[in-house]
């Protein structure tokens, strides 16, 4: 049996494209890195629903996916 998750911590959950996660960048490479884009917004109910489940909180939107359903 495969215990590996069925998505890139990298990628977007809902498009596949690179999601430029400062926090998963750290991770990767051990090195400090400025605070990520995505702190800087407030996601939606609605948008964070459509994130597959085993990807919720282990993988982050990409800036566009992010901006559609971000809340002002």
């Known amino acids: 049996?495969?215990?590996?998750?069925?998505?890139?911590?990298?990628?977007c959950p809902l498009c596949g494209q690179p999601n430029r996660c400062a926090m998963e960048l750290e991770r990767e490479t051990g090195v400090k890195q400025p605070a990520c884009w995505?702190?800087?917004?407030?996601?939606?109910?609605?948008?964070?629903?459509?994130?597959?489940?085993?990807?919720?909180?282990?993988?982050?939107?990409c800036p566009a996916c992010a901006r559609s359903g971000a809340v002002a």
């Open 38 to 61: 995505c702190t800087q917004l407030h996601f939606s109910a609605e948008l964070l629903a459509r994130v597959p489940a085993q990807a919720q909180r282990r993988a982050c939107l």
């Open 1 to 11: 049996m495969n215990d590996a998750p069925a998505f890139a911590a990298t990628l």
